[in-house]
Nanobody
Framework: QVQVVESGGGLVQAGGSLRLSCAVSGSRFSHYPLGWYRQVPGKQREEVALDTGYGITNYADSVKGRFTISTDNAKNMVYLQMDRVNPEDTAVYYC?????WGQGTQVTVSS
């Protein structure tokens, strides 16, 4: 059974940094694409960063230059480094591995 588990969310001040982690286990198939998404109440879930596994990484315009996705294939981990956060980054962040999703982790940015 595939498990995708996020961690690292919490409260951070505007301008600060936070690193989200995601552990993927149980899959016999490729973990890619690997990505981070976020959702706020009343809005659709949006893609934040996606590693396609083909040497291509995509970022939402709103986070380019501030967020970085990285992977550790040996440990089946994917990370999202969030720098210079702002209140608009407040959301539940979800990790995706291929067709599997985690339960989400809350990130709250205070002004």
């Amino acid at each position: 059974q595939v498990q995708v588990v996020e961690s690292g969310g919490g409260l951070v001040q505007a301008g600060g940094s936070l690193r989200l982690s995601c552990a993927v286990s149980g899959s016999r198939f490729s973990h890619y694409p690997l990505g981070w998404y976020r959702q706020v109440p009343g809005k659709q879930r949006e893609e934040v960063a996606l590693d396609t596994g083909y040497g291509i990484t995509n970022y939402a315009d709103s986070v380019k230059g501030r967020f970085t996705i990285s992977t550790d294939n040996a440990k089946n981990m994917v990370y999202l480094q969030m720098d210079r956060v702002n209140p608009e980054d407040t959301a539940v962040y979800y990790c995706r591995s291929n067709t599997y999703w985690g339960q989400g982790t809350q990130v709250t940015v205070s002004s």
